[in-house]
């Protein structure tokens, strides 16, 4: 596949749209959208979706985004945790290293 390029002369990304409407489709996009000298060149790479599909994809990349919050935070947790131990640690070490 090649990245076509647009009015700027310069090869295009391609990029997934996570809307409401369009989730999960590719387009290729101008690298410079929402700056100054942007050409707003924009491309569908892929068909639109049939209602069903288009809801059973929403209704993954929502889970999936609710999964990875619900990691993230067991990750903080475990990271306070293991702060935590190794700071104990240190401090009964320093002070079993004092007593000696």
């Known amino acids: 596949m090649t990245t076509p390029f647009y009015h700027c002369g310069e090869p295009t990304n391609l990029k997934t749209s996570w809307t ?4 999960g489709i590719r387009f ?5 959208y929402g700056t100054n000298g942007a050409c707003n060149y924009f491309r569908w790479l892929d068909p639109a979706l049939d209602e069903y599909t288009r809801n059973v994809v929403l209704n993954f990349h929502r889970r999936i985004r609710e999964l990875e919050k619900r990691q993230n935070k067991e990750v903080s ?3 306070r945790k293991m702060v935590s131990f190794i700071i104990l640690g240190a401090i009964v070490f320093s002070l079993l290293w ?3």
Do not use: Q
């Not at 290729?28 to 410079?32: D, L, P």
């Open 20 to 23: 409401e409407a369009n989730p």
């Open 77 to 79: 947790k475990f990271d």
């Open 28 to 32: 290729y996009g101008c690298r410079r």
């Open 98 to 100: 004092i007593g000696k």
